[in-house]
């Protein structure tokens, strides 16, 4: 299930884990590509057509929106224990959040120049989120508290509706509770076209952003530079580093929280001193599987990319760690501190044998949309920001430009931009 090995850079288990990318089939952007000209060319008739084709719904019957109605079922339906669940994560997402938001400044010149930075939120996003095999309502939940902390005032979701027009009431719920009322019944790379290039029912929005299958993720790719994205997520990862003292049960149920999303892309990774450490935490992952009814889930992950990785000091796990780039990072080690310092590639680190990776996914505040497949050497999880725009204002009088004018101009004739230069001159 788990393969246990000797720890180098030569290692093709490691190797193997370098080379996982997020892969999309070269059919499934050839029809994404279609249903996008589709619907930007026909609108709401090809956008319904495509719902019907795909997710066998009929929109015309079951109505475009969620109504207040269904909303108002959805309290009555979530539990009691489910609704304070909510409140308490989203209380956590909130408090954290809001520390991101971005300040402006200005800074004054001794020649009168002021330059400014100023923030604001986009106008418009659209939320995807799953929701008929699994209702995701801490991705929902992720998506929408920094939307809402950067004040973006129009806020739409997207779920596929089961084929009797519902959706599911937990996902209701958190949306309800959020205040974001519009939602619409629709999914795919149908639904994804629609926000991206409106039709006749069907707002146009500014960003988009959520998970989705192969079809939402080329679609969202196909349409950057017409809308913003957040990211091509890939599957789910975690590279856990542990000394000798950490415990095997808590490694072990750790990497089977990612191998159970069941795809077989994610990849469970863990790094230890020792072969007997190593047997430990293997046996621990195929007890727990076998007690918990996980084997089949988790199955597919582990013979692909369920490595023990034994090594020789925990320096050479922190630099294969950064190699690697993962997802989620655990550090279960009790001198945290110094592989913390040296760690610089990962999504989310979570210090300590109790911050487990569930922590951070469900309820403590951080946002659990990360970077996957190696991109965190680049990229950052999801924040306020990703839904607010930075720009600058000049002011520049009469002074400054004139004392300036000859350098302006020297660097803009150095490019061969005569009209730049120009327009310097006829200041002068």
Not at 240 to 266: K, L, V, Y
Not at 315 to 342: F, G, R, S, W
């Amino acid at each position: 299930m788990v393969t246990i090995s000797k720890f180098s850079y030569e290692n093709p288990r490691y190797l193997n884990l370098l080379k996982r990318k997020s892969s999309i089939p070269k059919e499934v952007e050839a029809t994404v590509r279609e249903v996008l000209q589709n619907v930007k060319a026909q609108g709401d008739e090809a956008l319904y057509a495509y719902m019907q084709k795909f997710d066998n719904v009929n929109i015309r019957k079951i109505g475009l929106f969620v109504s207040e109605e269904e909303f108002a079922e959805a309290r009555e339906k979530v539990s009691e224990e489910f609704k304070d669940a909510v409140k308490r994560a989203c209380d956590n997402l909130f408090r954290f959040h809001k520390r991101q938001l971005p300040t402006g400044f200005s800074e004054v010149y001794e020649n009168g120049a002021i330059l400014e930075r100023k923030y604001t939120p986009v106008n418009s996003v659209a939320v995807t989120v799953p929701g008929n095999m699994a209702p995701l309502v801490s991705t929902l939940y992720m998506n929408l508290v920094p939307a809402i902390v950067a004040g973006v005032p129009n806020i739409y979701i997207l779920t596929k509706p089961r084929i009797d027009g519902t959706i599911d009431e937990h996902l209701l719920y958190v949306a309800d509770y959020l205040n974001v009322k519009n939602y619409y019944k629709l999914s795919g790379s149908q639904g994804l076209a629609a926000v991206a290039y409106g039709t006749e029912t069907v707002r146009k929005v500014d960003a988009i952003t959520g998970p989705g299958n192969n079809f939402t993720q080329m679609a969202k790719k196909l349409l950057f530079g017409e809308v913003k994205i957040d990211s091509i997520a890939g599957p789910s990862e975690i590279a856990i580093i542990a000394d000798a003292n950490a415990n095997p049960t808590f490694i072990a149920a750790d990497m089977m929280s990612q191998a159970e999303h069941g795809t077989g892309f994610e990849a469970a990774t863990a790094f230890c001193l020792s072969e007997e450490q190593a047997k430990q935490i293997k046996n621990e992952i195929i007890r727990l599987c076998e007690e918990n009814d996980l084997i089949k889930v988790t199955q597919k992950t582990f013979e692909n990319y369920g490595d023990i990785f034994i090594i020789d000091s925990m320096e050479e796990a922190i630099n294969a760690v950064n190699e690697i780039a993962p997802e989620h990072v655990e550090l279960l080690l009790e001198d945290y501190q110094t592989a913390l310092a040296k760690l610089t590639n990962a999504g989310a680190v979570f210090v300590g044998e109790y911050s487990t990776e569930p922590v951070g996914d469900y309820f403590c505040g951080t946002n659990h949309i990360l970077p996957t497949c190696g991109t965190a050497k680049f990229a950052s999880g999801m924040s306020v920001q990703e839904f607010m725009r930075g720009y600058s204002v000049i002011q520049y009088p009469e002074t400054a430009l004139k004392n300036n004018a000859d350098y302006i101009i020297r660097l803009a004739e150095s490019e061969g931009m005569r009209a730049h230069a120009l327009a310097v001159k006829v200041r002068k």
